[in-house]
């Protein structure tokens, strides 16, 4: 016990400080850019830099998501760089138009310096922290940062890693983690969007949420456009990197990347879909959206992080799940407000495969009532149980789920 406690005190206050700094630095990257939007043509700088960073250390594999899943898994070292690197590749995405998230970066900051103090603190070296207990506090303190979530980081710290029996019990650390994070981001000047306050006095102005069966089968279909959409970003992701991987050389696929998303933001004729996008699914939740705003934003993203870029993919999961449900919703004749906090949900349980943590982020960052935690948990159970094995981390172990499609798909050849 006094190991995951001070585990988790020493992981909420050095990855809580690194990621609401992160959180900080990238809000400023791109209020800038988005203040001065001729920074995009500079993009192509950017990945060269970054793909010249990751090539020249080497570690472009280990420098990832999964890289921690092995560590855990299979004790493979995790590198010193992954928490500098990541965190600068981001920043200048950010700072030049670049459309990627930060949620998972931060997860690589938190979880690769709670690995590092692991080894290198005498006091915390000497109590012997499991790697899965560093992983989960540190994981814990990125979601924590970045979202300004704490109950649901500690849950995402645990859940994402897919833990089990007794580590179960690592959420205890974890929460110690993620909230002195939380407590570091409000003495932090970091400029938050409050989802919850701007979906909750839409909703309210209009006398509540309407419950009944017939919205609940509207919030069923919602639900399966999120998760349509989620794997339709997943699918496009793969089919990008495979088809930039054509291209032999590094550079020059950078290059063809960065003149896509170039030529798709002239295109569009604003910024809007560029860098967090956060901004824009505020006025999504706010009852204001273009209908067409999902697919500019994935294929940006996928352009973006395709071509060599790095950065996270949460927060462009959050985007497309809240544009596109805002459009099924004006279509099916839902409050679009709702139609978009249910994609939300829906599309993050399905890309993330933590159907607790989401949930639980639904009620604490999105609207807390009893109606919408409901619909959360019909958009929630649909888009998991619907969804495939896959994900955004192609290491993560996903336990097979009961009312899989591919059981369906399976019993019928039978």
Request: glycine share 10%.
């Amino acid at each position: 016990m006094i190991t995951c406690v001070t585990t988790g005190l020493c992981c909420g206050i050095v990855c809580g400080v690194a990621c609401v700094f992160f959180a900080w630095l990238t809000t400023l990257c791109d209020d800038l850019f988005h203040s001065h939007d001729w920074l995009i043509f500079l993009l192509p700088v950017t990945g060269f830099v970054v793909v010249y960073l990751y090539d020249d250390f080497r570690r472009s594999d280990e420098l990832s998501m999964n890289a921690l899943y092995k560590h855990m898994r299979e004790g493979k070292p995790l590198s010193i760089w992954i928490a500098p690197l990541v965190a600068l590749s981001t920043c200048l995405s950010y700072l030049t138009g670049g459309s990627v998230g930060r949620v998972g970066s931060a997860l690589q900051i938190g979880g690769g310096l709670a690995v590092f103090m692991g080894r290198k603190l005498p006091f915390l070296k000497k109590l012997s922290p499991s790697p899965e207990l560093l992983l989960a506090c540190g994981v814990a303190a990125g979601f924590s940062g970045i979202l300004n979530s704490p109950l649901a980081g500690a849950l995402f710290g645990v859940e994402v890693m897919a833990l089990r029996g007794k580590q179960v019990l690592y959420v205890i650390p974890a929460l110690i983690s993620s909230f002195l994070t939380w407590g570091i981001s409000i003495a932090f000047p970091v400029k938050y969007i409050d989802f919850h306050t701007s979906l909750s006095e839409e909703i309210f102005r209009g006398g509540g949420v309407p419950e009944d069966a017939q919205i609940i089968g509207k919030v069923l279909l919602v639900a399966v456009a999120a998760m349509l959409v989620a794997r339709l970003y997943c699918g496009f992701r793969k089919i990008t990197v495979k088809g930039f991987n054509l291209v032999g050389n590094k550079y020059l696929r950078v290059i063809c990347g960065t003149v896509m998303v170039i030529a798709l933001t002239q295109i569009l004729g604003h910024t809007n879909a560029n860098g967090i996008g956060f901004t824009y699914v505020d006025s999504a939740l706010d009852g204001h959206s273009a209908m067409l705003a999902f697919l500019w934003k994935l294929m940006l993203t996928a352009f973006t992080l395709g071509c060599g870029i790095r950065g996270g993919e949460i927060a462009p999961v959050i985007f497309i799940g809240a544009t596109s449900c805002f459009a099924v919703g004006t279509f099916i004749d839902l409050d679009p407000t709702v139609a978009a906090a249910v994609g939300i949900v829906g599309a993050l349980s399905s890309v993330t495969n933590c159907p607790i943590a989401i949930f639980v982020y639904g009620l604490e960052s999105i609207c807390c009532s009893l109606e919408m935690a409901m619909y959360f948990l019909i958009a929630i159970c649909v888009s998991y149980f619907l969804s495939g094995d896959g994900g955004l981390y192609s290491e993560q172990k996903i336990t097979k789920r009961f009312f899989h499609i591919s059981r369906w798909r399976d019993t019928v050849k039978l």
